[in-house]
């Protein structure tokens, strides 16, 4: 599991782009392809993260020999976010993909 090329996009550390109320208008997703080291704020500030796009992910896992058998962009269930309201973000824009890969056919040598 990782964090969404969405989420990772932004070099900015506050990618959240809200009214002149403090309501969330949109996220703002920017420099998609440019993949490098990003500071986030999760839980704490500056947590160290790797930006790469779905294409790199998706062709490494390929390329290494893997089946690719389902891809989530989890969403919070209503218990969730009844006790943590912040979690209602996640139904605008995911924070993780996960993706279930298997080896098929894998011979030892």
Same mark, same amino acid.
């Given at each position: 599991? @990782?964090?969404?090329? +969405?989420? $990772?996009?932004?070099?900015?550390? @506050?990618?959240?782009?809200?009214?002149?109320?403090?309501?969330?208008?949109?996220?703002?997703?920017?420099?998609?392809?440019?993949?490098?080291?990003?500071?986030?704020?999760?839980?704490?500030?500056?947590?160290? $993260?790797?930006?790469?796009?779905?294409? $790199?992910?998706?062709?490494?896992?390929?390329?290494?020999?893997?089946?690719?058998?389902?891809?989530?962009?989890? +969403?919070?269930?209503?218990?969730?976010?009844?006790?943590?309201?912040?979690?209602?973000?996640?139904?605008?824009?995911?924070?993780?993909?996960?993706?279930?890969?298997?080896?098929?056919?894998?011979?030892?040598?």
């Amino acid at each position: 599991m @990782e964090f969404n090329t +969405i989420v $990772t996009a932004n070099k900015e550390k @506050e990618n959240w782009i809200t009214n002149h109320e403090g309501n969330l208008l949109h996220f703002a997703v920017d420099n998609c392809q440019d993949e490098d080291l990003r500071s986030q704020n999760w839980l704490v500030d500056d947590v160290v $993260t790797y930006h790469r796009t779905m294409s $790199t992910i998706l062709n490494t896992l390929i390329e290494s020999g893997l089946q690719i058998e389902k891809i989530i962009e989890p +969403i919070p269930t209503k218990e969730a976010v009844s006790n943590l309201p912040s979690l209602n973000r996640e139904f605008r824009r995911p924070s993780f993909l996960i993706i279930s890969a298997k080896r098929y056919n894998f011979k030892l040598a």
